[in-house]
């Protein structure tokens, strides 16, 4: 039962312009989302997270936006830049702080 | 400085054998984890220790053993390894929810 879904494995964005990776989850009990980037043989790095309290949390490039009841999230990344290139994790957890993580999907920009 | 590290990077071994992989934060984080990626790039949690304590066990065969001999510590010690333990296992700790991991293990049991 998968329960946090990212269903673009993969997306492409021109050098500058926006990138908007989605997220969807089914869990309800779900109060705090996180986003991950990971570039290959590394692991995951928290790029920056949003409690179900908020709408939307922005820190620099990057901004999160949530839509609890359409139980959504997206990351925005604007500008892209081609050191933004990885593989992008969201995550969500409540209670005992484990992280149910989705599937990834692999951003690649274009120069 | 490396704030999670994991020993050793890579492993390869054969089917049968006992190894253990090494985590180390210097975070002063209370909450440990492991995590296994598949083939299929998914990562999925396997345990998590809070101050010594296991709190999280998944579904996890029992070859699979955590051990924390202290707060900054969790050792993965796996027995009987078999072909399907072929993963990337990442170790991560943690405050509250912002966890963050090691650069991973990549583990291959021919």
């Known amino acids: 039962d998968q329960q946090v879904k990212q269903n673009s494995p993969s997306l492409s964005v021109q050098e500058g312009r926006i990138s908007i990776l989605n997220c969807d989850y089914t869990n309800s009990m779900f109060d705090y989302f996180l986003w991950y980037k990971k570039y290959p043989a590394e692991g995951p790095t928290f790029l920056i997270s949003?409690?179900?309290?908020?709408d939307k949390n922005e820190d620099g490039r990057f901004t999160v936006f949530l839509n609890k009841s359409a139980k959504h999230l997206s990351l925005h990344i604007v500008p892209s830049q081609p050191g933004d290139s990885a593989v992008y994790f969201c995550?969500?957890?409540?209670?005992?702080?484990?992280?149910?993580f989705g599937t990834g999907t692999r951003l690649t920009i274009i120069p | 400085d490396t704030a999670v590290s994991q020993t050793p990077k890579y492993l390869v071994t054969q089917m049968g054998n006992d190894k253990s992989i090494k985590c180390e934060q210097n975070?002063?984080?209370?909450?440990m984890y492991w995590y296994k990626q598949d083939s299929k790039k998914f990562l999925k949690i396997m345990f998590s220790y809070n101050n010594k304590e296991l709190i999280i066990n998944e579904t996890v065969p029992n070859r699979f053993s955590p051990k924390s001999p202290d707060k900054a510590h969790l050792n993965l010690h796996i027995n009987s390894l078999e072909l399907g333990d072929s993963a990337v296992y990442f170790c991560a700790s943690s405050r509250r929810y912002e966890q963050y991991f090691g650069p991973g293990t990549r583990l291959t049991v021919t």
């Open positions: 995550a969500a957890g409540f209670g005992n702080e484990k992280l149910t």
């Open positions: 975070l002063g984080h209370d909450t």
């Open positions: 949003i409690s179900s309290i908020k």
